[in-house]
């Protein structure tokens, strides 16, 4: 098991999500759902921490594993509570607000001690105003970019 798996809480996850969300802005409540999957995986997360940029690090991570994606994708279902559990604690603590903006639940970043995790924040502004559905487009893109 490696060091992440056991840190894998609310704890590290709204530490997490607060970051993702000072990079995005105001987040759509679904969009929160590919996050953990993202920067849980060792992949992913190891391209981030060596300075890669989030388009490259998705690349490398399907040239290096074909199922990266569909592992993502398992992993959207299977850290739901996870990520539910850490936007509450969030909102418990304020460090996150959720309003009602252009007719879907978004949330919002208040300033707060939480240190700054510059992987999750680059997440947020690579995915800012993107929806769910965009993000999962571009997930899939690229396998399909790679397959030809």
């Known amino acids: 098991m490696k060091l992440v798996d056991k840190m894998k809480d609310e704890n590290l ?3 997490i999500l607060y970051n993702f969300t000072k990079g995005y802005g105001h987040v759509p409540m679904n969009v929160y759902d590919v996050v953990l999957p993202l920067l849980y995986h060792d992949g992913f997360r190891n391209h981030l921490f060596e300075g890669v ?4 690090a ?3 991570c399907v040239q290096e594993d ?3 994606i569909q592992t993502i994708l398992d992993a959207i279902e299977e850290d739901k509570e996870m990520t539910s559990r850490a936007l509450g604690i969030c909102l418990l ?3 996150l607000s959720f309003e009602f903006e252009d007719n879907e639940m978004k949330g919002i970043y208040h300033e ?3 240190l700054d995790i510059n ?3 680059n997440l947020g502004k690579f995915f800012s105003g993107k929806s769910y ?3 999962l487009n571009i997930l899939k893109k690229r396998v399909l970019a790679l397959s030809f």
């Open 13 to 15: 996850g709204l530490a």
């Open 53 to 56: 940029e989030v388009e490259e």
């Open 58 to 60: 998705l690349t490398k």
């Open 66 to 68: 074909a199922s990266f």
């Open 93 to 95: 603590n304020k460090y």
């Open 112 to 114: 707060s001690s939480i």
């Open 119 to 121: 992987e999750a924040i």
């Open 133 to 135: 559905e965009d993000i």
